[in-house]
């Protein structure tokens, strides 16, 4: 299967400032199948990011997602309050569909 | 889109859960599901998955034998059928819709999640 590496494990910022957060994949990801989702404790999941840099449906446009191939990136250009939470990438062009262990982003 | 799940509990090791999903505001038999469930301390992992219609289902190896997936179309409805439950088995389980009727596990919904936890 497909692993997926997060980095960092914590990303620690205050608002306003723009956070990066790396997917690296154990082999190339067929379609740049590549998924974002955010998590905040107690609530579900929230798909932020599909096909690698497609905004889901009323995601803000701070958010961004890019690269290629084995090495994945997104980006929130300028933290708002409520983007403090858990992010987790996630392949799908593979089968099992994995996801990554997660980056903390907080204040 | 809403996703509601229900029958997680505490079980002890080698007993069994029923969970369910009671899916609401989308056409629910035009879209594959799946489970994905997440350990304490652990990214989350995808459990099973099932095509729009039924007729194909998917396992991750971890729990192949032990679980089934099913839903109901006509009750709007998803179940996870869990049998010989481990204490690795532990975590909280989330019901999700794909976007597609088959084949592409890209998860656009997801519920709330309920809480499974298996004790030796």
């Known amino acids: 299967e497909v692993v997926l590496t997060q980095s960092p494990a914590t990303l620690s910022l205050s608002p306003g400032e723009r956070a990066t957060l790396s997917c690296g994949a154990s082999?190339?990801?067929?379609?740049?199948?590549l998924a974002w989702y955010q998590h905040k404790p107690g609530l579900a999941p929230r798909l932020l990011i599909y096909?690698?840099?497609s905004r889901a449906t009323g995601i803000p446009d701070r958010f961004s997602g890019s690269g290629s191939g084995t090495d994945f990136t997104l980006t929130i250009s300028r933290l708002e309050p409520e983007d403090f939470a858990v992010y987790h990438c996630q392949q799908y062009g593979h089968s099992p569909p994995t996801f990554g262990q997660g980056t903390r982003v907080e204040i | 889109v809403q996703l509601v799940e229900s029958g997680g509990g505490l079980v002890q090791s080698g007993g069994s859960l029923r969970l369910s999903c009671a899916a609401s505001?989308?056409?629910?038999?035009?879209?594959?599901m799946s489970w994905v469930r997440q350990a304490p301390g652990k990214g989350p992992e995808w459990v099973s998955g099932?095509?729009?219609?039924?007729?194909?289902?998917y396992y991750t190896d971890s729990v192949k034998g032990r679980f089934t997936i099913s839903r109901d179309n006509s009750k709007n409805t998803l179940y996870l059928q869990m049998d010989s439950l481990r204490v690795e088995d532990t975590a909280i389980y989330y019901c999700?819709?794909?976007?597609?009727?088959?084949?592409?596990?890209?998860?656009?919904?997801w519920g709330q999640g309920t809480l499974v936890t298996v004790s030796s």
């Open positions: 082999q190339s990801v067929s379609k740049n199948y």
């Open positions: 505001r989308f056409t629910f038999s035009t879209y594959a």
């Open positions: 099932i095509h729009a219609s039924g007729s194909h289902t």
């Open positions: 999700a819709k794909e976007r597609a009727a088959v084949g592409e596990p890209l998860f656009d919904s």
């Open positions: 096909d690698m840099s």
